[in-house]
């Protein structure tokens, strides 16, 4: 069975980072990549970037380049995503979720979500 | 970025009852491979989002049949024939045609 287990809430102060991890299990890590998506309360779901599994390859949406850094552990099969310089506007939740295909593709497996809190 | 607009933003319904989301996008979904990369997933309360259509009208891995998604180049329909309990929750399209990868804003199906 393919899980995507994603580290706990975190609470953090301005101008501080954070590094979320999603551990998964049940499938080949280095065959697949990895999305992190952003939902702010109540809002919109935004596509932060993707990293291959296999290479530690990376894709981000321009809006969060410098904000989001994302990085893979093979040998332990987590990816992770560094988030810098955080502001109000980085409270959210945050997503791990994997692509179907290596293309424009759907996300099969989503983790359960992480809340980031931004406050001093 | 690629704008999808979704109408209506709310939607109530009975049980039983048969209704239509519309997502509208700022752009053609149709790259030059003669794919359209127009996706639909529900968000029940407090979970992950959940795919429900693929590649416009595919139906995901266990998604009941009443659901169904048609349309083509701009314009795309997520149908639920007969609504049931299990459907209430926030409905999503995304687009993968276009770099950034985009959401629509959700339609929120609620019981009458």
């Known amino acids: 069975e393919v899980q995507l287990q994603q580290s706990g809430a975190e609470l953090v102060k301005p101008g501080a980072s954070v590094k979320l991890s999603c551990k998964t299990s049940?499938?080949?890590?280095?065959?697949?990549?990895m999305s992190w998506l952003k939902q702010m309360p109540g809002q919109n779901i935004e596509w932060i970037g993707n990293?291959?599994?296999?290479?530690?390859?990376?894709g981000y949406n321009q809006k969060f380049k410098g904000k989001a850094t994302l990085t893979v552990d093979k040998s332990s099969s987590t990816a992770y995503m560094d988030l810098s310089s955080l502001t109000s506007e980085d409270s959210a939740v945050y997503f791990c979720?994997?692509?179907?295909?290596?293309?424009?593709?759907?996300?099969?497996?989503w983790g359960q979500g992480v809340m980031v809190t931004v406050s001093s | 970025d690629v704008v999808l607009t979704q109408t209506p933003s709310t939607l109530s319904a009975t049980i039983g009852q048969s209704v239509s989301i519309s997502c509208r996008s700022s752009?053609?979904?149709?790259?030059?491979?003669?794919?359209?990369?127009l996706y639909w997933y529900l968000q029940r309360p407090g979970q992950s989002p959940q795919l429900l259509i693929y590649?416009?009208?595919n139906l995901g891995s266990g998604v009941p049949n009443r659901f169904s998604g048609s349309g083509s180049g701009t314009d795309f329909t997520l149908k639920i024939s007969g609504v049931e309990a299990e459907d209430l929750g926030v409905y999503y399209c995304?687009?993968?045609?276009?770099?950034?990868?985009?959401f629509g804003g959700g339609t929120k199906l609620e019981l009458k």
């Open positions: 990293i291959y599994g296999g290479n530690g390859g990376t």
């Open positions: 979720a994997r692509p179907y295909y290596p293309g424009p593709s759907y996300f099969d497996y």
């Open positions: 590649l416009v009208s």
């Open positions: 752009q053609s979904l149709l790259d030059s491979a003669g794919n359209t990369y």
């Open positions: 995304m687009q993968a045609t276009h770099a950034p990868w985009t």
């Open positions: 049940g499938y080949t890590f280095s065959n697949y990549y």
